[in-house]
C-alpha cells in the first residue's frame, strides 16, 4: 500500500527573526496565470499615462542678468555651482541650491564669447568680443564687488570660444585660427590655421585629452593634436556647425550642432560619413551637451525648444518649451545626470529635470520598486500602438508644429521629384544617396612627407581629398 505525505521544511516559509518579511510561497507556472499578460499590459498602460501626467520638468528660472546669456561653464568639483556670462560683457558665479548668485564680474566690453574653468577649479577664464582672454581666480566667497582679472591677454583678432585641458595647464582659443595657450605664457605656443577665415567654436576630448576639434566659418569640422605642428583630418558639411561636443565615455565620438536644423554624430577614425543623424528641431541648434553617461545629450536650438535625443536614436525622447523662453543659445547637463541648464536671449537661465515625470527627494522603498516595476513594464509594451502613442505624444508651441507640417510637406515632395527623375532617366544616372552622406561634402587629410634623413627640420604637407 502506498502512503502520500506532505513533507514542509520550515525553513521555507518561518520567518528567522521578528523583522523579516513573511515568505510567500508562489508557483510562476503561465498556466496556473491565464490573466498575467492581460494584467501587465494595463498596469503599463496606467504606468504610461501617469508618466505624462506628473510630466513637469521645469523647475526654476534664475533672474539677474541685464542681457541674453550666451555663455555657460559648469564646476568640474561642484554640482550646485555654475558660471554664465552674458551679451553685456557680465559673468556670474550662481548656486544652483540656492537659487541665488554668488558673485558678479565686470568682464568684458560686448559679449562674453565663452567661459571654461581649469581641472583644479582654483581659476576660470573667459574671452569676448573685445579681443581680450582673461584669468580669474575662483573665489565666489569674497565679499569685494566686481573683482579684478588676475591676468589679462590682449589678442589681435576676436575671440569665439575657450575650453581648457582636462589634465594640462593649457587651453585653446577660437577666432581667425586656433590657438593653444599655456597657463603661464602671454603668447600662444601653437597656432593652427588650415584655409579659414574664422573658427566658431573649439573643444578639448575629455578622453583623448591631447586631441582638439574645433568647427569654421567655411563649413568644415577639423581635427587637431596638440603634439603636432599642422592640423589632422577636415570634413566638409553642406552647412556650418556652431558648437562640438565630445563623448565623455566614448573615445572617439563627438557631436555638431548645425545650422541645417539637424546634429551629426561622428567617429573621428571614420569622417566619410557620419554614425548618425539626429533630426527634429526646426531651427539652427546652437548648442548641445552630454550626459555623464554618455548614452544621451541635450541640444539647445533658435527654435526657442530644448530637446533630448539618445546617443544612437535619430528622433528626440523629450521636447522643453515655456511661453516666455525665446532662442537658447547655450546648454548644460549637469555632473549628477539629473537637471539641465539652459541660458537663453530673454536673459534667463533656467533649470530643468533630466528626466520630466522623475520624482525629487527621498523615496521609500516600496515606492521605488513600484516605479522600476512600472519601467520594466513599459520597456516590455512599448511597441504596442497606444502606449507607443501615448508615450511619444508632445504638445508643440505653434510655430514649432507648423513648421514640422511644412518639412514634412517638402521632404515628400523632394522624395516624389528624386523617384520621378530616376524614373525617367538612364539605370544608375539618378543614384541613390543616404541620408547620412547627403550632408557631407568633402572630407581632406593633411599628409606628412619627410624626403630624406638630411631634411630633418624640413616637413613637406600635402592635403588629401577623399572625394572627387
Not at 544612437?312 to 537637471?339: C, F, P
Amino acid at each position: 500500500m502506498k502512503v502520500k505525505m506532505l513533507c514542509r521544511d520550515p525553513n521555507d516559509y518561518v520567518r528567522e527573526t521578528k523583522k523579516d518579511i513573511f515568505k510567500m510561497p508562489r508557483n510562476y507556472d503561465s498556466s496556473l496565470h491565464p490573466l498575467e499578460v492581460p494584467r501587465e499590459y494595463s498596469r503599463a498602460l496606467n504606468s504610461t499615462k501617469l508618466e505624462r501626467v506628473f510630466a513637469k520638468p521645469f523647475l526654476d528660472s534664475l533672474d539677474g542678468h541685464k542681457d541674453g546669456v550666451h555663455a555657460l561653464c559648469k564646476h568640474p568639483n561642484q554640482l550646485s555651482v555654475l558660471l554664465s556670462g552674458a551679451c553685456d560683457g557680465e559673468i556670474k558665479i550662481w548656486n544652483l541650491a540656492d537659487r541665488r548668485c554668488l558673485q558678479t564680474y565686470i568682464a568684458h566690453d560686448g559679449f562674453v564669447r565663452g567661459i571654461c574653468m581649469n581641472s583644479s577649479a582654483t581659476m576660470f577664464l573667459s574671452c569676448g568680443n573685445d579681443k581680450i582672454i582673461k584669468h580669474w581666480n575662483y573665489e565666489p566667497w569674497t565679499k569685494v564687488k566686481n573683482p579684478d582679472a588676475i591676468q589679462t591677454i590682449v589678442g589681435k583678432t576676436f575671440y569665439t570660444s575657450i575650453d581648457h585641458h582636462f589634465r594640462k595647464p593649457v587651453y585653446a582659443t577660437s577666432g581667425e585660427r586656433v590657438d593653444v595657450w599655456d597657463i603661464n605664457h602671454l603668447e600662444p605656443i601653437k597656432s593652427y590655421s588650415w584655409g579659414v577665415d574664422s573658427h566658431y567654436s573649439v573643444k578639448f576630448s575629455p578622453v583623448e585629452h591631447n586631441i582638439l576639434a574645433s568647427s569654421a566659418a567655411d563649413r568644415s569640422i577639423i581635427l587637431y593634436d596638440i603634439r603636432q605642428s599642422v592640423p589632422m583630418r577636415k570634413v566638409v558639411l553642406a552647412m556650418s556647425s556652431n558648437q562640438i561636443c565630445w563623448n565623455p565615455l566614448e573615445a572617439m565620438i563627438f557631436t555638431v550642432a548645425n545650422e541645417d536644423h539637424n546634429l551629426y554624430t561622428f567617429d573621428m577614425r571614420k569622417l566619410e560619413s557620419p554614425l548618425q543623424v539626429h533630426k527634429d528641431h526646426v531651427g539652427a541648434v546652437m548648442s548641445l551637451d552630454y550626459s555623464p553617461t554618455g548614452k544621451e545629450f541635450v541640444s539647445a536650438s533658435y527654435d526657442k525648444t530644448i530637446r533630448i535625443f539618445e546617443a544612437k536614436n535619430g528622433h528626440s525622447r523629450e521636447v522643453y518649451h515655456t511661453k516666455r523662453m525665446q532662442h537658447v543659445m547655450a546648454i548644460k547637463w549637469s555632473l549628477d545626470n539629473k537637471y539641465i541648464i539652459s541660458g537663453s536671449d530673454e536673459m534667463n537661465i533656467r533649470l530643468w529635470k533630466a528626466q520630466a515625470a522623475e520624482k525629487l527627494g527621498l523615496m521609500k522603498p516600496r515606492e521605488r520598486e513600484q516605479l522600476e516595476y512600472g519601467e520594466k513594464l513599459k520597456d516590455k509594451f512599448k511597441y504596442f500602438p497606444q502606449i507607443k502613442t501615448i508615450k511619444r505624444h508632445r504638445h508643440l508651441p505653434r510655430p514649432v508644429y507648423n513648421a514640422i507640417k511644412e518639412n514634412r510637406i517638402i521632404k515628400a515632395s523632394k522624395q516624389r521629384k528624386e523617384a520621378n527623375r530616376r524614373a525617367h532617366s538612364k539605370p544608375g544616372a539618378v543614384p541613390y544617396v543616404s541620408e547620412k552622406k547627403k550632408a557631407i561634402v568633402d572630407e581632406q587629410e593633411l599628409i606628412h612627407l619627410k624626403r630624406n634623413r638630411r631634411m630633418v627640420g624640413r616637413t613637406i604637407v600635402t592635403c588629401k581629398s577623399k572625394w572627387k
